[in-house]
């Protein structure tokens, strides 16, 4: 039990602003008294108790102020994560000293107010504060024995027992009530009930969730609950203390089994205001002195911060917050909870006046709330309506009816309701209500979404100290696996969600108790629950269905709360006289005394209690049973060990609130800076380890893992880490993004600089001898690597409208450019604008820090992130084109009009025409995504329309992705097979970079199967392949296709290039039907097309000659014809093999090439044409073959539309 207040002004510091008059300042207040004077489990911080009972200092009143009661609550969370809970009620005393007054009247001529206080006219009123320090938060209970207290002191007759007895009844006469037990005790003027759930129901939580709710709406509540889910940094923001605890303990209790594992500070004290730049995620409340608006507000960071004004009931989000699951269901099963007690889905300002009223609720609040205009409550909450019958039954049918009608719900006083069996008064019995209800509606969220968890949760194989030592390095939960079974629209919140420290946390303490004893409290209720629904659900466990279930335990557990409160289980012993000398124990009325300590200092030595409460043993057990239940840390060495475990800069729960001296501080933001070097680590190594498993499976090792949805995810808090890093110390900010800002200097003082006529070359690029090297020759030079360029671009793109989204955007071009690590190096170098916007602590200035950072940045040049151009798909870029004709036959006689069509994964360009004397282009366009084909071709024209391409490349202009689109053949009428357009099918070209560089994985796309081994491939010379090798060719082939369908949609690469690329499908059916072809002449080509002319030709006339054949047969030989005849009428000017392609690709659409292959080799035109040893005269090779060609029914084939153009199946 503390005393808190001081009455000496002439030393005091006026508080903050000494703009302000005297009386509106704050002073610095000091504890005058605590008893007793220590508990061994929990000593006394007179630092922090000081700072959060009184949290913006001493204050001053005259009779013309308000000056009501004021109770606020708070909590200390201790180095351990252990928590005490603080109950403060502060009022206002006259001050008896002429010497203060005179002082304060001295202060305000030094002012020069006229209106100033006058010491004879006025009376001068300063505050004082009691408080109650537990371990655990009754809070109902705290508040009402310390307002009976002061009306003890504050009422004209004196209470029957010196305020000491009631004092030390409370500290050692009552008891915790047991788990699953209530108690009764005395105050000064009533009885107090408290009530604390038993070990199978949810913790203990004893704040008002109705307030919440009235003060924000369900609709906001649910936004806020999703950020503290995300672990996204929430500031709270209101004028009432215990506003901001009582919505930051909701939160934080509704988040069952999940429990908030950062920096928790609910009332952060003026003179900590400097922590707000923390760098770690963090729920902190700050006070608002009701003048000032939310614009005057200067924070730090504003990047991924969710910012929720109480007092004006709204709350402003970070961009790409995703949706909680179900969130329309959800919110209206809320909903209805609420109206059940009359309480409004909608924010509704005036409720919270409105009830206050009737259930002594702040009276000081609504004082203050009068201040801005809004009246308390409605006028149908009237006294007189009340009594009112017909109000009553109007009320029933509404009720019924779902409609909510201005808040009519209001129980009676308990007055007037003597005979009811409740043993605490109605609106306190309607809260515990409310509570359960809702909460058990939150709970049940949880026990739906994870009821399979277990499943996924990897046990750990080895011992336990060997488990902490690499507890980084480990992955506790397959989560791959688990999202792999959520339906589509929980993925982008589930996969935010499993990333977080506190998921982590939980599969922590999962792993660590594998039997139910030692299991911690919370685990144990979530598991029981979770056991329940797996009995009731008969389904699989792995097949999720995203029907919504309404949670069906709320009547049991209000129930156990009623029977509690109807039956008290415990009656502590009454306060009685103590043994004090004559004359102790009287006080002046109106003020609040100084105890005496010397019988508050210690407990009873026996009594009947004795045995119960020896208060140290006692309480001691009672309190780790306490902390095992309700502060979830059970022994104390595995609290210890997750903490080491976990150590991710987050063992700063709470800055320390005793000593602020500069070198506490400079502490402070060390472990800052440690810690987020730390999660930087982390995070560059798991998104590396997840994108390596995706590329090694893409060579062919192990399992799929990562979606697209995740790479995002990873992506996404990749960003809000830099974001905190580039806050963190910061002195100057424009915007809500610290790192877009700091760009943005950047680009200023290089533009400047380019300015000057010192500064040579165009403005913007780096001026480095660095250019990159590409293996693409000289066709295609290199673009220059410019990060005030890459700026432009992001600043270009109009659809990105914010200061953050345009932070992520030039994060997600740098990763894609590899040049990341590279551009941050730049930026930090320009050590003065570093120096200007950056306090010495900062992150950005510890040199080693930083060069670690960048260094575990640049290993993400290592893999290959499309980033940015999957997400920013609708954005206009600028593509380069140059087509190389060969160097052997140089096309300088080249006479016709060359064109080309650029396809890509997302869109394609339509027909460009080329100019013929620089054969390059360079075009703007919608985003077309990865590029997959070129078509190309030219119109003929001139003498001389003969043409030999190498390839054709292609760049993007933002990206400089560079893809190479490799031809080797002829264009034109009578040479080669005499085609006048060609698709090319491209692969990106891995830019080699200076030797010094990380060395890359191999490029992504194909397997690099037993082919390359075998072919050595130049246009002109045909490799001859033996049986086995075209096999195992077609086998590849078809295996790419099989594994490309079976990665998630958002993941495959193209299946253009499995098809037509480099030992695709229709390189390797070129290869079955060129095998032991007999070639009639020297020097004359002869086409498999040829061959299949002759064999439609064959088909047709056996049809007409009505060979008898078996119905399938016919039909497979009608198709046949039927593709044949379109593929030769098409428009286009494709030679022969562009014939094959097609037909191939067609044949694989429709699923009908294996029977292609049975009708051809059973064909007579085979037997002419093939020598006796080619693989179409095998039996049994055809056979294998067919059946290799049949695992392609399962897919469904859509082909890229270039492939088919012109073709009407």
Known sequence: FRDVGRGNLASAD???NFEQSPLRRTFKSKVLAHYPDNVEWNPFDQDAVGMLCMPKGLSFRTQTDIREPQFHSFI??????????GFALTFFEEVTSKQICSAMQTLYHMHNRFNSYDI???????????????????AQACRRVLEQLHQAVTSPQPPPLPLESYVYNVLYEVPLPPAGRSLKFLGVYGPVVCQRPSTAELPLFDFPLQEVFELLGVENVLQLFTCALLEI???LYSQHYQRLMTVAESITALMFPFQWQHVYVPILPASLLHFLDAPVPYLMGLHSNGQDDRTKLELPQEANLCFVDIDNHFIELPEDLPQFPNKLEFIQEISEVLLAFGVSSEANPQCSEGLGKLRGFRSGDMASDKRNGNLAGSPLNSYLLRENQTIARLQALVKRTGVSLEKLDVKEDTSTNKDSKVQCDEEEMKMHQLNIRVREVFANRFTQMFSDYEVFVIQSSQDKESWFSNRDQMQNFDKASFLSDQPEPYLPFLSRFLETQMFASFIDSKILCHDDEDKEHTLRVFDSRVDKIRMLNVRTPTLRTSMYQKCTNIDEAEKAIEMRLCKIDHTALHPHLLDMKIGQGRYEPGFFPRLQSDVLSSGPTSNKWAKRSAPAQWRRKDRQKQHAEHLYLDNDQREKYIQEARNLGTTLRQPKLSNLSPSVIAQTNWKFVEGLLKECRNKTKRMLVEKMGREAVELGHGEVSITGVEENTLIASLCDLLERIWSHGLQVKQGKSALWSHLLHYQESKEKRDATPAGLGPPGIIHDTERRKSDAGCAMPPLKVSLIQDMRHIQNISEIKTDVGKARAWVRLSMEKKLLSRHLKHLMSEHELTKKLY??????????????????LLSFNAVDYFCFTNVFTTIMIPYHVVIIPSKKLGGSMFTANPWVCVSGELAETGVLQVPKNTLEITFECQNLGKLTTVQMGHDNSGLYAKWLVECVMVRNGITGHTYKFPCGRWLGKGVDDGSLERILVGELVTSMENEDRMCRTPPTQQSPGMM????????????KLNTGQIQEGVGEAINGIVKHFHKPEKERGSLTLLLCGEYGLVWALEQVFQHGFKSPRLFKNVFIW???????????????????????????????????????????????????????????????????????AECPITAQMYEDMALLKDHSLVNSLIRVLQTLQEFNITLEASLVKGIGI
């Open 14 to 16: 006026a508080g903050e």
């Open 1012 to 1023: 390359r081994r075998f072919v050595t491939i130049s246009p002109n010379s045909k490799p």
């Open 839 to 856: 306090k010495r602590y900062a992150f950005l200035r510890c040199d080693d820090e930083k060069e670690q950072f960048l260094y575990h």
């Open 1090 to 1160: 040829d061959f299949l002319e002759k064999a439609q030709v064959y088909f047709e006339s056996a049809e007409q000659s009505q060979v008898t054949q078996d119905e399938n047969w016919q039909m497979r030989v009608r198709h046949f014809c039927h593709f044949m005849r379109a593929i030769n009428s098409t428009p286009r000017n494709i030679g022969k093999d562009g014939k094959f392609q097609m037909l191939v690709c067609l044949g694989a659409r429709d699923h009908l090439l294996h029977h292609w292959i049975a009708l051809l």
């Open 233 to 235: 940094q929430i500031l």
């Open 76 to 85: 200390i969370t201790r180095e351990d994560g252990s928590r005490t809970y």
């Open 120 to 138: 004879s006219r006025d009376t001068l009123y300063v505050s004082k504060c009691i408080c109650l320090i537990t371990p655990m938060a009754f």
